[in-house]
């Protein structure tokens, strides 16, 4: 047997030899030439000679500076001669006499103390530092030697009281008067915290309560902290005023809020005013903290005097008792304070009434959301009251003083927004700007409104420097003296800064309309929860609400001045008025003419709404709330008429038949889309509701599938619709076949394939590119497929049959117009309906033949397409050719 292959065959075989050998050499080059470069580099390497090249010693860096290295020295000496006094105190006491221990003692102490005076006269700080720290330790031990040897008997709280405020006057000497030690000062300040709250804790006949104790200390922290130069020192003074003051506060602040009768929140009213004083006095004296200082102060005086409130009313008025006095404070505060101080100030009532705010707003939600818990008794007898229609069980006082708090909170709101500046920068003008007839600061002076002040070179650490120089004024941005709320400088060159509160990179005018849009929005919240506060009855609940939705309705569409004071008005309106609409048409639920008269005052309220409004957004939204509304309103409509959901159904498919001719009415107007999407969700409500009867909801599809043909009409809407209406069609078909019970396969895919084939036709007379199988693929299987799945199973003739003549017809057809996908579905189908026609027949002759007979004619007929191999491919070729020529 000749086994050459043909000359194309063995030509490619020669190439991809060819191929393989030339990647192999290259393989080899490329280690040749590693291999060379590898043996030249050592040849270089052995023939090399360096020669070393001295270089001379360098000492390497010092790690450390000699100043840090002395005070590490000296830091551990003074720990070592402080734990062996302490070592020589408690242990090694008793082995001397009385006289022999004070001497001791003493002795050590006074020359401990002593040594930093001639050390100082040296020049040696740090060592002075050190002894100095030794010093102080031996006077503490000193302290406790005395009360072990001389006052055994003594309290030990009160000894260590009279011991630390003795600690403390002695070192506050000591450091005046050797001012360049810096532990001496601070010390003593941080021993002075513990005298009075140690006094206090021993409850004698003459003991202070604790928390005028730590008042008291916190005075003393603040005049430490105003008076004194010493930066360290102040800083502690500042840090223990907060703590200690603090710490009174809450305890103050405790006793208030527990105090069951007026006489007894009277003392921790006169504890918290005190405190509020010192605070004020604090901010007045110190701009640096005049902010944090006075918002302090504010929030004291209105927890004082709202103690005594709170405990004069009853339990639910409390939060307005407290908003009465952060509305009194914001009218006491007047122009002619600090600016720092009346941010404060005004920072703690605003503190105040966004609380008292927030208290109501559980309340507010309730009522909004209350009539969803009674969606289970839909038109049932009437609710007595507001309080039973909203399912509202809270103390009837906190629902009264809900309307009160909000409404006077929004009045303060809005107050503030008209006093509110209109410009970014509030109050400031630049600096050199005339007003009023008062100096300015020069051209080039830096105005500072938010922190500590620069100061020129040589004054002591937070004093206020005026313009002048002189530590004693200070000037603000008005140019009066004495006056800390901003402190002015000289600097040449600088500009001006104002980052204090109520400026910065919020616009005033940004600021203004969001007071305003707040106090809109409470004043609404307010008079929407005045019928739970009231219990009012339940149709003049109805009422009142329906007209505060409407009226927000209205605000949102025209809402005349107070679009220029406040831009978000209109769309807090806005979503107030549907929130209350939501609401109220939950609430007319309860009895049937409620929800007729709620249904269409609130369809018809948002209809006119949406035509009187100019924002296409707020149309697009109103008409949206209209159609959903109005769904409502037909479904109640039907409901009353006695109509089953099946038949309901067919009522609610007016409100999208109705949406889509207003659409059509509307055209590309962008009001247009919205509401026939949410026609749209009425119709697919609709379908919900025809589920459960199957004639029912074909008939509900099939006027589905007319909605949106006629919508598919317009220009803009076809294709979505044109797809949607033919699904919906076929949709409903299938449901009514499923109603009769059909079976056949074919009652289904007909209808889907006889559309698809005339969308495929006049697709490809429109664009004769096109593929058949794109053209008519999809409809031809969606009918061929199934049919000829049941016709393998189906053991009668006539479906194989017509199954047959219908693939015959499309393969012939294929042929004739040269259409691939008819040809080659129709073919393989025929093929496929003919094989199964003729299974049996060729098992029962497959049974009958010898067993050597199949492996036989299989052998013959290899043989004899070995023998005419090329031929076959080129038949094959050439089928493929003709099939890839066609469409």
Known sequence: MNNVPPPAEELALLDR???????????????????????????????????????????????????????????????????????????????????????????????????????????????????????????????????????????????????????????????????????????????????????????????????????????????????????????????????????????????????????????????????????????????????????????????????????????????????????????????????????????????????????????????LLGPVTRLDTIWSDAPSGAREALALDLPASGLTSAPLVLLIVAAVLTAASRREPATAAGNARPAGAPGNGRPTPAPGSTTHAAGTAARPSGHAEGSSVGPTGDPSTSTDTTGRPDAPGVEVTGAPGATAHLTGPGTGAVPAADRRGAIAGAGIALAWAGLWVLPPALDLAYPATVMLQLLLAAAALVLAVRPGRIARVAPAGADLALACGLAGAVSVGLLALATRPATFAVLSALVTALVAAALAARASSVQAVLACSATVFATGLVGAIAAAVGLPPHRAALMILAVPAAAALLGARLGRHPVALPLELTGAAAGLLAVGLAVPDMPALAVVLALCGVIAAGTAVRGERRPAAGYLAAVLFVLATWVRLVAWDVASPEAYTLPVTVPALVVGVLRRRHDPQTSSWTAYGPGLAATLLPSLIAAWGDEHWLRPLLLGLAALTLTLAGARLRLQALLVVGGTVLALDALHELAPYVVQVVGALPRWLPPALAGLLLLAVGATYEQRLRDARRLRDTLGRMH
Not at 93 to 110: D, F, N
Not at 127 to 139: I, K, N, R
Not at 216 to 235: E, G, Y
């Open 17 to 367: 030899e060819l191929s393989q050998l030339e990647a192999r050499r290259s393989q080899l080059l490329a280690r040749r030439a590693w291999l060379l470069n590898a043996m030249q580099t050592r040849v270089t390497a052995a023939t090399a000679s360096p020669v070393p090249v001295a270089r001379p010693f360098v000492a390497p860096p010092p790690e450390t500076s000699p100043p840090n290295v002395q005070n590490v020295l000296l830091t551990l000496g003074g720990i070592l001669l402080t734990i062996a006094a302490i070592a020589f105190t408690l242990v090694s006491w008793g082995h001397l006499g009385i006289g022999g221990r004070s001497a001791v003692l003493g002795a050590v102490t006074v020359a401990t103390l002593a040594a930093p005076v001639a050390l100082l006269r040296r020049g040696l700080v740090s060592t002075a530092e050190s002894l100095a720290g030794l010093g102080l330790v031996l006077m503490v031990l000193d302290a406790y030697a005395l009360h072990r040897v001389a006052l055994p008997g003594t309290d030990g709280l009160g000894y260590a009281a009279f011991a630390s405020a003795g600690l403390a006057a002695l070192w506050s000497v000591y450091g005046v008067t050797l001012g360049r030690l810096r532990i001496p000062l601070p010390a003593a300040l941080l021993t002075a915290q513990l005298p009075l709250p140690l006094w206090a804790l021993t409850a004698g006949a003459g003991a202070p309560p604790m928390e005028w104790a730590l008042l008291a200390t916190a005075a003393l922290d603040v005049a430490v902290a105003l008076w004194t130069k010493p930066a360290a020192v102040r800083a502690i003074a500042g840090f223990g005023a907060a703590a200690t003051g603090g710490w009174a506060l809450l305890i103050g602040g405790w006793q208030s809020v527990s105090a069951e009768a007026p006489l007894d929140a009277a003392a921790p009213a006169v504890l918290l005013l005190c405190a509020a004083a010192v605070a004020l006095f604090a901010a007045w004296r110190a701009p640096s903290a005049a902010v944090a200082a006075s918002a302090v102060a504010g929030l004291t005086v209105i927890a004082a005097v709202g103690g005594v409130v709170r405990a004069a009313v009853p339990e639910g008025w409390s939060v307005l008792g407290y908003l009465l006095c952060a509305v009194a404070l914001l009218g006491a505060v007047r122009a002619g304070i600090p600016r720092r101080v009346m941010h404060g100030l005004t920072g703690a009532a605003a503190a105040v009434h966004a609380m008292a705010a927030v208290s109501a707003l559980p309340l507010v939600a309730l009522t």
